[in-house]
């Protein structure tokens, strides 16, 4: 069962669909490690979960401080899921829903929408990583301080886009069994590469 870690809807237990593979919702331990690497940097952020799932990861934000978040997902079931969630840690009056495929809903937001704390956690067959980075960035809806939260089953979620990687400082890797966390940042031109590989 999942269920919120901390903050104000600490210890509410969430919804799930029935089969993991419709959701694949992340691991407690997982949840965990990367919610503890951006401890102090949830409060006030404006949250894009761009593969919502069971909502998670976004409700998780906003326990911890977030100010908003906007869950897309292209299963009206799922959505109807993150209702339910976000009705019962009571937190859905900072939470906006749609129905949509990634692509639309990127290509749609381009010049009305600004985010700065974006969970990237697509279907692993999808290899969807790199194409919403880029529509992300082409469509100028992160703030600079954006932190994006990449999980997948593969190490390279660039899929060798060099010029993509390039655009961003990567500030956290590590691997948990077959699955990837990414912690990312935007690179400023004078930045150097330094990437800290291990544990979260």
């Given amino acids: ?17 029935e089969g993991e593979e419709i959701t694949r919702p992340t691991a407690e331990r997982v949840k965990e490690a990367i919610f503890s690497a951006i401890q102090f940097e949830t409060e006030g952020r404006r949250v894009l979960d761009l593969f919502g799932g069971s909502g998670q990861m976004g409700l998780e934000a906003l326990s911890r401080g977030a100010s908003a978040c906007m869950f ?20 859905s009056d900072r939470c906006r829903y749609l129905v949509s495929d990634y692509r639309n809903y990127l290509r749609k937001a381009r010049g009305r929408e600004k985010f700065d704390l974006v969970f990237l956690d ?9 194409e919403a980075l880029r529509r992300l960035l082409d469509g100028d809806l992160v703030e600079p301080d954006c932190l994006f939260i990449c999980e997948s089953g593969e190490p390279d979620i660039f899929e060798g886009h060099e010029e993509l990687a390039a655009r961003f400082e990567t ?26 590989q291990r544990e979260l």
């Fill in 1 to 17: 069962m999942m269920r919120i870690i901390t903050g104000s809807a600490r210890g509410v237990r969430l919804e799930t669909l």
């Fill in 122 to 130: 697509p279907p692993y067959a999808m290899h969807a990583h790199a």
């Fill in 72 to 91: 897309i997902d292209s299963s009206e079931e799922a959505i109807a899921l993150i209702k339910r969630n976000a009705q019962k840690t009571r937190l």
């Fill in 171 to 196: 500030r956290k890797t590590a691997r948990y069994t077959h699955t990837y966390i990414h912690i990312l940042t935007l690179r400023e031109d004078d930045d150097e590469n330094g990437t800290d």
